[in-house]
T-cell receptor
Framework: GQQVMQIPQYQHVQEGEDFTTYCNSS?????IQWYKQRPGGHPVFLIQ?????EVKKQKRLTFQFGEAKKNSSLHITATQTTDVGTYFC??????????FGAGTQVVVTP | EADIYQTPRYLVIGTGKKITLECSQT?????MYWYQQDPGMELHLIHY???????EKGDLSSESTVSRIRTEHFPLTLESARPSHTSQYLC???????????????FGPGTRLLVL
């Protein structure tokens, strides 16, 4: 079955630095979504990527969908303390079933 | 942000008790989901429903059961709670956007369950 893997599992970042988290699927995806879960909170939808090679930006966040539609990345520039949380990618197959990755837990040190 | 509600938010209960976690959404979404999540860990899908009278088991085996008698309501029941059931339970519903094929999941605030 479809498997979605995320690396790294943990990311310690100095405030102001950039970092990237990666998402890889064992199968070709129909689309990929990214969610953010703040500590003690619930996952909140950030963005969806549908097209091969698609790149979308939300302020300091840049999301990319691979050409083969099997991988994705989230790049955050100039990290702030508000970026703390766990970022989940979720891949959707052709049937619309969503498979979540294990998440990247981001800790920001001032 | 969507309107999806879960009660109770926190529950401490003794082993062997029967419990029902409530989940309601007011958006008329057909698809609903239950996830189990330990603190800081991944989401495990335990049940889902594609509409009234439709329920399916998820990827993670669970001793819980669900029902979907009404579109807006998707309760989860544990017949006999055990300490291994201690976790956070997140309910979600999804909306399909035909314009771009997007199906966004909206999550409730979760129920934190502690079984002693």
């Amino acid at each position: 079955g479809q498997q979605v893997m995320q690396i790294p599992q943990y990311q310690h970042v100095q405030e102001g630095e950039d970092f990237t988290t990666y998402c890889n699927s064992s199968t070709t995806l129909s689309n990929i979504q990214w969610y953010k879960q703040r500590p003690g909170g619930h996952p909140v939808f950030l963005i969806q990527l549908v097209k091969s090679g698609e790149v979308k930006k939300q302020k300091r966040l840049t999301f990319q969908f691979g050409e083969a539609k099997k991988n994705s990345s989230l790049h955050i520039t100039a990290t702030q303390t508000t970026d703390v949380g766990t970022y989940f990618c979720a891949g959707s197959d052709s049937w619309g079933k969503l498979q979540f990755g294990a998440g990247t837990q981001v800790v920001v040190t001032p | 942000e969507a309107d999806i509600y879960q009660t109770p938010r926190y529950l401490v209960i003794g082993t062997g008790k029967k419990i029902t976690l409530e989940c309601s959404q007011t958006m008329g979404h057909d698809k609903m989901y239950w996830y189990q999540q330990d603190p800081g860990m991944e989401l495990h899908l335990i049940h889902y429903s594609y509409g009234v009278n439709s329920t399916e088991k998820g990827d993670l085996s669970s001793e819980s059961t669900v029902s979907r008698i009404r579109t807006e309501h998707f309760p989860l029941t544990l017949e006999s709670a055990r300490p291994s059931h201690t976790s956070q339970y997140l309910c979600a519903s999804s909306e399909y956007y035909a314009s771009d094929g997007r199906e966004t999941q909206y999550f409730g605030p979760g129920t934190r369950l502690l079984v002693l």
